[in-house]
């Protein structure tokens, strides 16, 4: 067994920052995509525009890059509005909240191309047959569009979740010390720096592991209604 | 906004984007050779041909490009034996160690695009080959893998895009990559927003490229399937 000079609490507290930022990430994720699914299929011509530049921007950066946006353009922009309103001083985010904006973002932006494929992927007599029984389009989209787009995009929600638990090493760069940045710091009091990495990596791979074992239940319970998925 | 700071930095982030073109162009030509034998040994029906390359490409898709950047840059010098050998010259600088984790990385991504695009390629065809008395190495040669290669295509394209994305790393390693180059003039200038975002545009321009590049290829390469165009 690998000898980790009494780190490997500090890992496993790291480990415990990594997933806080990985699960709020994604809550910001999810909502950024659906809302950018709606825009992108919706009427207003404005909408649209605007959702499609967020995903092709946002896609074409490197995940590094959106972190030292975030996070320096954050505390740029809070400042300024902090000197308007009359409290001068530096004001920024946290590098938590800069993480969580720019992971966030990234994913919304992913999020969005799997939403809306996973609306189009829906029957148009479903919708029809809903506008026949009188629903409006708010209840059309809550009552029969939202249930399914769950079970439809679930699978590259999982694949895009995986991606997010790796990229959360990137805000290390800024500062917060999560799994990453603790090996890191004990890399600097050891000298030792494969030890500590390899046991980083290795609590990635497990986190990893529970995470696709999560999502192939979650894919089993959202596709139960199916016959054809069924006994997978 | 300070465009001025922008403009008369423009000429170290397009040096610094050279350097980014580099080691993506390296580390595709590495790990596209990496790919093609792993690829070959995941459809193996030999299990321990099978199951090292499943190992390997779990591996390196499950953990972060960041650990394994810095587990080839700074772990590989703990041990003695590798700053003895003769690959330390090689191992100690951040350009090679940067193209030796990006081709790892790739190399296992690719292998899967490959392997999928190999069992992707109809039963058909090779059974077809197969009656004609073609070899297994034949027909691979001949049949599997240039239809594999065109139906990865698409896919590649993404992963080249994800490389050139990853590639911005290479500037926790102290290179002066695009990303590396715009933390050096910020360190200078303190203007991190203005140089960071014509960072970005730089970063967009080249995606676009690629992306068009691709899409060219893909017609090229399709041009005799039947409305492809």
């Known amino acids: ?232 | 906004m300070n465009v001025d700071v922008v403009i008369a930095n423009m000429p170290k982030l397009l040096q610094g984007a050279v350097l980014t073109l580099e080691l993506v162009a390296l580390s595709l030509v590495v790990g596209g050779l990496l790919a093609l034998p792993l690829a070959l040994m995941r459809v193996s029906g030999r299990w321990w041909l099978r199951w090292p390359a499943y190992a390997y490409v779990f591996v390196f898709r499950g953990t972060p490009l960041l650990v394994q950047i810095f587990l080839v840059y700074y772990g590989l010098g703990q041990f003695e034996a590798v700053r003895a050998s003769v690959l330390w010259p090689i191992l100690r600088e951040p350009y090679w160690c940067a193209i030796i984790a990006f081709a790892l990385n790739t190399g296992a991504y690719t292998a899967e695009i490959l392997r999928g695009a190999i069992q992707a390629v109809p039963v058909g065809e090779v059974e077809a080959a197969k009656a004609f008395g073609m070899s297994r190495a034949l027909s691979l040669r001949r049949i599997i893998l240039p239809r594999a290669f065109r139906i990865a295509l698409p896919a590649y394209g993404n992963e080249v895009i994800l490389m050139l994305k990853g590639s911005a790393l290479a500037s926790t390693i102290t290179l002066l990559d695009l990303t590396g180059m715009a933390r050096t003039i910020i360190a200078r200038t303190y203007m991190p927003v203005e140089i960071f975002l014509a960072a970005g545009l730089v970063y967009l321009a080249i995606t676009f490229v690629f992306v068009q590049l691709f899409r060219l290829l893909e017609r090229r390469l399709g041009r005799h399937v039947v409305g492809a165009r």
């Not at chain 1, 399914?148 to 929600?157: D, K, N, T």
């Not at chain 1, 791979?205 to 016959?227: F, K, Q, S």
């Open chain 1, 1 to 232: 067994m690998i000898d980790l000079a009494g780190f490997g609490e500090q890992l496993l507290l790291g480990a415990a920052v990594t997933v806080q930022l990985a699960l709020a990430a994604l809550m910001v994720g999810l909502v950024l995509g659906l809302a950018g699914a709606v825009a992108r299929l919706s009427g207003v011509r404005a909408a649209r525009a605007l959702a499609a530049t967020y995903t092709t921007v946002v896609r074409g950066l490197p995940e590094l890059l959106v972190v030292l946006i975030i996070y320096f353009g954050s505390s740029r922009l809070l400042t300024a509005i902090g000197e308007s309103l009359g409290h001068d001083g530096f004001v920024e985010l946290s590098p938590f909240a800069a993480g969580v904006v720019a992971l966030g973002l990234t994913f919304g932006a992913y999020a969005t191309e799997i939403f809306r494929g996973a609306i189009l992927a829906i029957p148009k007599g479903q919708i029809e047959a809903a506008h026949a029984f009188g629903m409006g389009r708010v209840l059309t989209f809550r009552r029969i569009v939202l249930p399914q787009l769950w079970r439809i995009a679930l699978p590259g929600l999982g694949n895009l979740f995986l991606v997010l638990l790796k990229d959360t090493s990137l805000v290390s760069v800024i500062g917060l010390e999560e799994l990453m940045r603790k090996a890191q710091i004990a890399t600097g009091f050891t000298r030792e720096p494969f030890t500590f990495y390899l046991a980083a990596a290795t609590l990635y791979l497990l986190m990893t592991i529970v995470a696709m074992a999560v999502l192939h239940r979650a894919e089993r319970a959202a596709g139960r209604g199916l016959p054809q998925v069924r006994g997978r």
